[in-house]
């Protein structure tokens, strides 16, 4: 065994808490690293998107990294292996597996807001794959920075999770990314982003790798092209990988294996790949050809095959119904899946997105995924409306586990940063959901507040906590451990008001049902028995007609026909329709509409079921 260091080349990942600028930064080192002329970059970010790596449309329209990507550049003789990770605890499944390709990482932290849940959860997972962190504290230009502080902080934060004191001696580097600039001495004005890429060449090791060693390169990714079929992305820990070498491939789930043979080898190239004959380890690599392989799989030399440690994914804590379409309007929007469709369409997300799982549901056309939120569940809920999909889901649940023969829930750790006015209406939401106080600090007119409480305590918090706080609070949360499980939280204040018939609904009828609640349809809109079309101002549901036309006469009375000025019809986003349902109910989604109905659309339908479980 000759091991040997590959000092031309460096992986490494930047990780951090949402919003905290990771992508911006990544962004500005792409246009510093002088790969690329500054029209090349302009026309990839495309429109008025600022940020080259978010390209999914739904990380620009949301504003937050979704999927890790890498990309590749050269400081000198030295490639680079870049690779931006999401922040958001929800997709902390991309950033388990992508740390594992790295041997080093810039753990980016804002200069106002400090350390967060998911900056807790990353650096944890970097300390548990050994990485040494290169920490950045990101957006100096903020008129709110307190940069000596949040050192202090993070500091803290190191010993609190453990480091040893090679890691906890970590290097650090004052940087805006917006800006494009960095530097290692607040005392020193910054200039560009040099720090940062010596940063890379210093503290970041190079890997240490056996290339006498039989081949073994483990999947990390998967991307697809109609072009070459399934692309599988990994890195090489072992020997060297080349175009039209036989290997074979141990599958993660059992250790089964079987041969194939690699018909393209590509390197990432700046934003791209580019096909090579061969890559030595140490590299991070894209093979076509192996149609088999899945995520965890190894792929080995032909004759000397060795399975690499299988890689380790935290369970998912939330549950959701997925099911066939089955509303009078099935069909009239987009495509209504079938229940075989959709399980292959499951499938085929299984592939890819590691944090999900899937199993059959008490019905035929029903299946239940499980995430690691509401987020994950709902971005992939997202995508499948936007490929002209109909389907219907439910309530989220979470997860339960037995433990020592007593029923644990999962609980999370929640930060709140809220104006101080309303701190007293922030911890009264929390609390009353069997929250726990465990930090509260005011600095100038804010609040920050740290609390841990149960998961399903946080499902219908976020539109609570906007309404309490006049839309001013931001919620950071993420998932802590398993606890014994509380007494029941209170459900939905408030019961709905359902549709008697299908039809159109009539300005009519909205106006004649104003002062029994607020309403979710406008005038001539369809909608259809069953189908929920506003929130009751009881706790009880009303089943309504919202289509009831006005009688006509020949007969004029003074006043009768006077302008009534209806309010505006209440909206939900996908999310926020997830959050308000109850257990009977399930939400309707198609390319164009998202609707609330009663899993029981019939009114005596529903009575019957009521008495069932009474």
């Known amino acids: 065994m000759a091991l040997s260091q590959r000092n031309d080349i460096r992986n490494v990942a930047v990780i951090a808490h949402v919003d905290h600028g990771k992508t911006t930064l990544v962004d500005q080192m ?7 002329r500054s029209e090349e970059l302009d026309k990839l970010v495309g429109g008025q998107h600022g940020l080259i790596m978010d390209s999914n449309d739904q990380e620009r329209e949301r504003g937050i990294t979704i999927l890790a990507k890498n990309c590749a550049i050269r400081l000198g003789d030295t490639k680079v292996n870049l690779i931006d990770t999401p922040g958001h605890a929800d ?24 350390p967060l849940p998911q900056t807790r959860f990353v ?85 240490i790798v056996d290339m006498e060693a039989p081949l073994q390169m483990q999947v990390a990714s998967l991307q697809y092209s109609e072009f070459l079929g399934k692309i599988a992305i990994g890195r090489i ?45 140490g590299d991070i690599c894209a093979v076509v050809g192996i149609d088999e392989a899945d995520i965890g799989d190894t792929i080995c030399d032909f004759e000397k095959a060795s399975a690499l440690p299988p890689l380790t994914i935290d369970e998912p804590t939330l549950d959701m119904l997925f099911k066939v379409n089955d509303s ?10 079938t229940s075989r469709e959709l399980r292959d369409r499951l499938e085929k997300e299984l592939q890819h997105n590691v944090a999900l799982r899937v199993k059959p549901g008490e019905r035929e056309s029903e299946f239940v995924v ?45 930060v709140v940063e809220a104006p101080s006015e309303h701190t007293g209406s922030v911890m009264r939401l929390v609390l009353e959901r069997q929250g726990e106080l465990v930090k509260l600090e005011s600095t100038g007119n804010m609040s920050h507040i740290e609390f841990f409480i149960p998961s ?82 009881r706790d009880n549901d009303l089943t309504v007609n919202v289509t009831r036309e006005k009688k006509l006469t020949n007969m004029r009375a003074a006043g009768s ?54």
């Open 123 to 207: 650096l944890r997972k970097a300390f548990a794959n050994g990485l040494k962190p290169i920490v950045v504290i990101n957006k100096i230009d903020r008129p709110d920075a307190r940069i000596d502080e949040i050192h202090s902080m993070i500091f803290d934060l190191f010993i609190e999770l453990g480091a040893n004191d090679e890691q906890a001696n970590f290097p650090v580097i004052y940087a805006s990314g917006r800006a494009g600039i960095a530097t290692t001495d607040m005392n020193v004005p910054p200039k560009d982003l040099r720090p940062l890429f010596d940063a890379i060449l210093n503290h970041i090791p190079a890997p």
């Open 561 to 614: 026909d006077k302008n009534v000025p209806l309010k505006p019809p209440r909206t939900f986003a996908l999310e926020a329709a997830l959050e308000y349902i109850e257990d009977d109910e399930l939400v309707e989604l198609t390319p164009n509409s998202i609707r609330m109905r009663k899993f029981h659309l019939r009114e005596s339908d529903r009575k019957k079921a009521g008495r069932r479980e009474g």
């Open 237 to 281: 820990y072992g020997g060297k990988i080349r175009k039209n070498q036989r290997v074979t491939v141990i599958k993660q789930k059992d250790f089964s294996n079987f041969p194939d043979t690699i018909v393209q080898v590509m390197e990432f190239d700046r934003l791209g790949k580019r096909e090579v004959e061969e890559l030595l380890a």
């Open 456 to 537: 399903r305590g946080l499902i219908g918090m976020k539109t609570r906590m906007l309404t309490a706080t006049q839309g001013a609070a931001i919620m950071h949360h993420n998932f802590h451990e398993y606890r014994p499980l509380k007494q029941a939280l209170p459900g939905r204040p408030a019961g709905v008001l359902i549709s008697l018939e299908t039809a159109k609904a009539t300005g009519y009828a909205i106006e004649g049902l104003q002062d029994r609640g607020s309403l979710f349809v406008g005038p001539m809109e369809e909608v259809y028995e069953g189908q929920i079309v506003g929130e009751h101002c």
């Open 328 to 337: 009078p309007f099935v069909g009239k929007e987009g495509k209504p899946l």
């Open 370 to 414: 499980s995430g690691r939120g509401l987020l994950h569940l709902g971005v992939l809920l997202e995508t499948m409306r936007r490929e002209g999909s109909e389907l219907a889901v439910g309530k989220p649940r979470v997860i339960m586990k037995e433990i020592e023969g007593k029923k644990h829930e999962p609980v999370e750790y929640l």
């Open 30 to 36: 792409l246009r510093q690293s002088g790969l690329f």
């Open 91 to 114: 997709f902390g499944g991309e950033v388990e597996r992508i740390l594992k390709m790295c041997d080093g990482v810039f753990l980016l932290v804002d200069a106002a807001e400090g």
